[in-house]
């Protein structure tokens, strides 16, 4: 696995395991045994399939949810298990924006007092000093001022994508944790949003997480990329190198399941080459047990990926 050179982390994971009650007294296993690091000026891609544990993985980080076990670090601090005002303290230093930040936002605030609210929350700032900040960080994000008095519903997508960025950063955070912040745009409006971050994380150093789906788009924005499935990370890479490096076989996949243009959806369905439906045998012992709700045959090859002893280990996950 890749390391960031030398340099400290200033959020650090160390094997986190976060499980959920399921149905029928189980338990499912959400992310298990997680290390990763986020350095300053760094962004590390968190790819996967959904329910990979991308999000719950996220919420860890940032003190939403505690992990069963194993830690997390700020400025190597242990932050994980920290209630009331220690953990507010803590937050203040990672903030998150969301696929809809709209879902965030009071549609009866107008924009200058969303974008100021943590700053007032915080006792930063105060409320006579609202207007000229909310000028500030408009312009941080590159919006018109006289945004300031409009409301969420008055914005665009990507204008209200700014809007959350803004009030992320208002509290100038040593982390942005993005999880799916462009999904829900057009590509054209999810370029200047990335340039948007980009421009900003180099500004101000910050360390980024960015959680997507897209493969390609992580692999233009990411220092390193990390690959989550059924809760763990299979592969760690630098970000350029996804597709010439990665050998976790759902990485793969992942890489070969782009959509062919020629492909013509209305006289063939598409499937992931070598699928092949069936109920699962899921054997004793295998650690992605409590999470198999289907296998692809390139997956048979399940690869926990934490030691390199383990890695000649493929538990026979598999439609039968
Ligand atoms: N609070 C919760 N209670 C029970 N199960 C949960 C909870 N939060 C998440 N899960 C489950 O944990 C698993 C991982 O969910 P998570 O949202 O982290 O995945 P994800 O990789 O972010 O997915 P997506 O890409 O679809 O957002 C899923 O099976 C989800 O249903």
């Keep these: 696995m890749c390391e960031a050179g030398k340099k400290t982390p200033v959020l650090e994971a160390k094997q986190v395991t976060k499980r959920f009650p399921a149905a ?11 290390t990763l690091s986020l350095y300053a000026g760094q962004t590390l891609g968190i ?8 999000s719950t993985f996220l919420r860890l980080l940032v003190g939403l949810e505690q992990p069963d076990s194993g830690e997390v670090l700020y400025q190597g601090t242990k932050i994980s298990g920290l209630k009331g005002k220690a953990l507010r303290d803590a ?14 936002f009071h549609p009866r605030m107008k924009v200058r007092d969303i974008i100021c609210e943590p700053l007032l929350n915080y006792h930063i700032i105060r409320r006579q000093e609202v207007p000229e900040k909310a000028v500030e960080l408009l312009r941080m994000v590159e919006l018109p001022e006289e945004f300031a008095g409009r409301y969420p519903k008055d914005l665009s997508g990507g204008q209200r994508q700014r809007v959350g960025i803004a009030r992320a ?23 200047s949003i990335i340039e948007l971050l980009v421009r900003l994380q180099r500004e101000k ?10 493969l390609a788009l992580v692999r233009q924005l990411s220092h390193r990329t990390a690959v989550m499935y059924l809760g763990h990370v299979v592969e760690l890479m630098d970000g350029r190198d996804v597709a010439a490096r990665s050998l976790h076989p759902y990485t793969r996949a992942m890489l070969g399941s782009v959509f062919d243009l020629n492909m013509d959806f209305t006289k063939e369905i598409p499937v992931l080459k070598g699928e092949t439906p069936g109920p699962l045998h899921v054997p004793e012992g295998c650690p992605f047990r409590d999470r198999c709700g289907f296998v692809r045959k390139e997956c048979a090859g399940h690869m926990p990926p934490l030691e390199e002893k383990e890695k000649n280990h493929f538990c026979a996950c598999f439609a039968v």
Excluded: W, Y
């Design 205 to 214: 150093n910050i360390a980024i997480a960015f959680v997507c789906h897209d």
């Design 169 to 191: 950063l208002a509290l100038e955070p040593d982390v942005l944790l993005c999880d799916e912040a462009t999904s829900a745009l057009d590509v054209a409006v999810q370029k």
């Design 24 to 34: 029928h007294g189980q338990t499912l296993t959400a992310c298990e045994n997680v």
């Design 47 to 54: 790819v996967g399939e959904s329910g990979g544990g991308k």
């Design 91 to 104: 937050r203040r230093h990672i903030q998150m924006v969301f696929q809809d930040p709209s879902e965030a």
